[in-house]
């Protein structure tokens, strides 16, 4: 239980530098924050007012404690385009982008886990250069281009999927009680439902992830590559296991720790990314929130994105690697 | 210990290798050449070589473990079956599983670390049976396993992790996997070079106990002669990737066997020498991939003449219980 | 340093690779002066023109030649992103050197905040400040500058430290070497080839973060050739002028593709621990 203590005060840190970041970005680097939460319209006396109603007349130290706190208490400040907490904005924009992630998750360990493991244990065929290849073409591919291609082509020219937005028009009423389409029309038995949203994730959900599967696949490569060349994959092949069972059994449960690790932070990665995706495909989310925010200057409402972004980011990093150390059945043997 | 003579062991060799040569894959390079042996039902044999003699690459290839490697030529039979020499990895591979054992090098690396040691057993019972007897008493059978190679408290054991023994304890374990298999041949590298001396004796008398009560024939690889000398029945002698002697232990020291063997045991400390009668080989040792024109040893021989380096090295296609590959007739018997 | 630097290249791909990176590189010089027409001149007749022997790559919405466009935004967005990385490569290794020859807590604080800081997503941390910034190129270059720091400080202060521990340092203890010379005689010619390996990989990495967010729109605004701009712009046009966007994508794709090909070769031929067969 000592790593978990540890790691959770590493989180508690890291939440600190995101704080102190946040911070950074909404009072110091974009001039006078007065200025920007009066709006663009404000006249000089709106701005002094909101700079004393801010405490902005106070040395850094205790802007940053008020700051902290506020953000403690769940106040995230106002936004002033939508005219409404930023903090119920937030909440509101969460759940289509966490749904978007899960998906292209679920592609990306789809391609990576198994491209890895094959391209380790082939390592230097022509099967494994075609691949490094592929990967590497992957890697320079730009999201928002791709997106915007894969809508063009896969649903404008071919029409296999729809093109934008989160439900179809027959769909337009439905309502969950958790904001995650997939859960809650699962939850009401809807499943025609539940097959449009996926539907309308598919693309998306494909478009976000090819670049973060390109280094998936690469990391995954490295992890296991090394593990192919030990004497217990010798001992499994002996035991007259086949090439699968031995990938799957012996190899990956071995070598899968740091993979798994990136894919964790990848989490993270892509719900930032969401701002290159959601506003191509009209989905909401968080990601087209911060493109709105940002066209409209309202910089409280980027920053407070920025922050989630970051939370979520520490929050899956955490989980993952909890889980990792409970699941991993050698530590509780009191090594 | 048993020094089993080659007379009495069974008319039908179990496992029969002729002419066979192992290539690399990456290169296409030679690096076994013309070996030919049989090892018959129970017996005992041992190979023995310096590193790089080929050793390991020969009999990792020839039970499909070697992935860079593959045979190039010659035939292969066990128990009265012969393997095709195209796509030989895997019907090698089909046959470890059930009917033949095998125990790595070392004992700290060849077993999973993150899967419980019972599990490890089970598996092999598993992969080389199905679960004719279930889950229970597949266990149970795992535990006597354990129990027969010396691990005490097995029940305990069955549920830990490799990390939590000692080298001599995980080399049983291996060699309890082996036997769950029920195999009819044991093939073991080096099974004790990574332990200490005391352990080395115990495991070796172990395997070798064991095997005989199964009914097992064992080959049991080593670059120690003496160590083979006292254990095994029949020594195939490997140097630069060729063959150059089988020879039954009890002649080594006694009748006159291939210059090679003589200087390797001439290497030998024993109560019997004194200080003066330890030679050591003059030059340095060849590697693997020699070929077959001419004796890999010719360098270092002391009896060497001309045509050491150009004659075709002779090969044991009769099959013969004892060879000597010297052209000069040294050790034929 | 980079000795027989012309037996690198295995392969056709990598051939290719460097072909093109050179070739690229040299369009971002000289390539403002190939252009056939005004990158920037509004030609409201000759609009949404496919792609022809007068205008190679067509025209975009507003009846600009899309060839002179990416010539000129070749140059636009290369020395963005050149901006970026040597402001990034001298601030980290300055931390990062300075890091590992201060050691102890100093040492500790400042690694476990690049750690900390690494980790949070690149993009949205440069699109928050570019935004804090006010939106344009040179906030997305800063933007971005802010978020790669860590990489550098690290990387540094793990060769720095590597270099500090090996026995010819100690030699030079000896002998009252001074800090600046030790730095600039053994520290930067054995982090360099670290550095090109990162430095190639990273290319590619910072050109797709500036596109990005200039086609999010806090780097270069819409009538800049900038080739991520180009995209956003392009897209109202996507159904009738497929060109517009396709072809700065394809310059993108094809520039950092390059780069990453030379980074993974570079990596194999000079980073010793990296050797895969």
């Not at chain 1, 000592?2 to 959770?8: K, N, S």
């Not at chain 1, 859960?183 to 097959?195: E, P």
């Not at chain 3, 990489?151 to 002998?175: C, E, G, H, P, W």
């Not at chain 3, 270069?220 to 009738?240: C, F, H, K, L, T």
Request: glycine share 8%; net charge positive; aromatic share 8%.
């Amino acid at each position: 239980m000592r790593y978990v203590a540890q790691r959770i005060l590493f989180s508690i840190l890291s939440l600190c530098v995101l704080l102190f970041i946040t911070f950074l970005l909404s009072h110091v680097v974009s001039g006078d924050p007065a200025i920007v939460a009066a709006g663009p319209n404000a006249g000089a006396d709106k701005i002094a007012a909101v700079r004393q109603e801010m405490g902005l007349d106070r040395p850094l130290l205790v802007q940053f404690w008020i700051y902290c706190s506020n953000i403690m208490h769940g106040d995230l400040g106002t936004s002033w385009f939508t005219r409404q907490p930023i903090a119920s904005d937030i909440i509101r924009e969460l759940p289509p982008s966490l749904e978007l992630v899960f998906v292209a998750m679920l592609i990306n360990l789809a391609i990576s886990l198994p491209l890895g493991l094959l391209t380790a244990r082939y390592a230097g065929s022509r099967f494994d250069d075609i691949v490094r290849l592929l990967v590497m073409a992957g890697a320079g591919l730009p999201i928002f281009w791709l997106a915007i291609i894969l809508q063009q082509i896969v649903a404008g020219q071919w029409r296999l999927l729809p093109t934008a937005g989160r439900l179809g028009f027959q769909n337009r009423d439905f309502t969950g009680a958790t904001g995650f389409t997939l859960f809650d029309s699962l939850m009401q038995g809807r499943f025609d439902v539940f097959a449009d949203a996926l539907a309308h994730l598919v693309l998306p959900a494909f478009a976000l992830t090819l670049l973060f599967t390109a280094v998936g696949v690469r990391i995954t490569r490295t992890s296991m590559i090394g593990e192919f060349r030990k004497d217990y994959v010798v001992l499994a092949r002996a035991k007259g296991a086949s090439e699968g069972r031995i990938m799957v059994r012996h190899v990956f449960a071995n070598g899968a720790t740091p993979a798994l690790t990136v894919f964790g932070m990848q989490f993270g990665w892509m719900l930032g990314a969401t701002v290159l995706v959601e506003e191509i495909f009209g989905r909401p989310g968080i990601g087209r929130y911060a493109v709105k925010a940002v066209t409209q200057s309202d910089i409280h409402a980027v920053v407070a994105v920025v922050f989630v972004v970051g939370l979520v980011f520490l929050f899956s990093n955490l989980i993952v690697d909890i889980a990792l150390y409970l699941l991993s059945p050698r530590k509780h043997a009191g090594a | 210990m048993a020094s089993l003579a080659p007379t009495n062991a069974d008319d039908r060799p179990l496992l029969e290798i002729r002419d066979v040569s192992v290539a690399l894959r990456n290169g296409n390079r030679t690096m076994v050449a013309g070996v030919s042996l049989s090892v018959r039902p129970r017996e005992v044999f041992g190979i023995v070589g310096e590193s790089g003699s080929g050793k390991t690459l020969l009999t990792r290839t020839l039970l499909g473990l070697q992935d860079d490697a593959y045979v190039a030529g010659g035939s292969v039979r066990f128990n009265g079956q012969s393997l095709p020499i195209d796509g030989y990895g895997t019907q090698a591979r089909k046959l470890l599983g059930h009917s033949i054992g095998f125990v790595p090098q070392d004992p700290f690396a060849s077993l999973n670390p993150s899967m419980r040691i019972g599990k490890q057993i089970t598996e092999a019972i598993y992969l080389a049976k199905g679960w004719p007897m279930g889950a229970e008493r597949t266990r149970d059978a795992a535990i006597s396993l354990m129990a027969e190679v010396g691990i005490p408290e097995p029940a305990l054991a069955f549920n830990q992790f490799p990390d939590q023994f000692s080298g001599g304890m995980r080399q049983r374990m291996v060699f309890a996997i082996a036997l769950a298999q029920d195999p009819k041949l044991l093939v073991a590298d080096e099974p004790t070079t990574a332990l200490d001396a005391i352990t080395q004796r115990r495991v070796i008398e172990l395997i070798l106990d064991r095997s005989r009560k199964h009914d097992l024939a064992v080959i049991l690889i080593s670059h120690n002669l003496e160590l083979l000398r006292q254990s095994v029945g029949r020594i195939a002698v490997l140097y630069g990737g060729q063959l150059l002697n089988i020879v039954a232990s009890s002649d080594i020291g006694h009748r006159m066997v291939h210059p090679y063997t003589e200087a390797l045991f001439d290497c030998i400390p024993t109560r019997e020498k004194t200080l003066a009668d330890i030679r050591s080989i003059p030059g340095e040792p060849v590697g693997a991939g020699f070929g077959l024109r001419g004796c890999a040893f010719a360098s270092r021989c002391p009896y060497v003449v001309t045509a050491c380096t150009t004659a075709d090295l002779p090969r044991n296609s009769a099959m013969a219980p004892s060879f000597s590959a010297c052209i000069l007739g040294r050790g034929a018997s | 340093m980079i000795k027989r630097w012309w037996s690198f290249p295995k392969t056709n791909v990598e051939r290719t690779a460097i072909v093109l990176g050179c070739l690229i590189l040299l369009l971002a010089l000289v390539g403002a002066f190939l252009v056939p027409f005004d990158p920037m001149k509004i030609d409201f007749r000759a609009k949404l023109q496919a792609p022809s022997l007068v205008h190679w790559l067509g025209t975009d919405g507003s009846g600009r030649d899309v060839l002179s466009r990416l010539l000129y935004g070749a140059q636009l967005t290369l020395a963005s992103t050149f901006a970026v990385i040597i402001v990034v490569v001298t601030i980290g290794c300055t931390i990062g050197i300075a890091s590992a020859f201060i050691g102890g807590a100093v040492d500790n604080m400042l690694m476990r905040l690049a750690d900390i800081w690494l980790g949070f997503p690149p993009l949205i941390l440069a699109l928050g400040f570019a935004s804090a910034l006010g939106a344009s190129l040179e906030a997305a270059i800063w933007a971005l500058i802010f978020s790669w720091w860590p990489n550098y400080a690290r990387l540094s202060r793990m060769v720095t430290s590597d270099i500090l521990s090996q026995k010819f340092i100690a030699s030079a203890d000896a002998l009252g070497v001074p800090t600046h010379r030790k730095v600039l005689h053994y520290v930067i010619p054995n982090a360099m080839d670290v550095m090109l390996i990162q430095i190639a990989l990273d290319i590619s990495a910072v050109m797709l973060a500036i596109s990005g967010l200039s086609f999010i729109g806090v780097g270069a605004q819409i009538p800049a050739p900038e080739w991520g701009a180009m995209i956003a712009d392009g897209r109202s046009y996507v159904s009738n002028g497929w060109w517009i966007v396709l072809a700065p994508g394809l310059a993108i794709f094809i520039t950092a593709v390059s780069f990453n090909v030379i980074g993974d070769m570079l990596r194999r031929e000079l980073d010793p621990t990296s050797r895969r067969r």
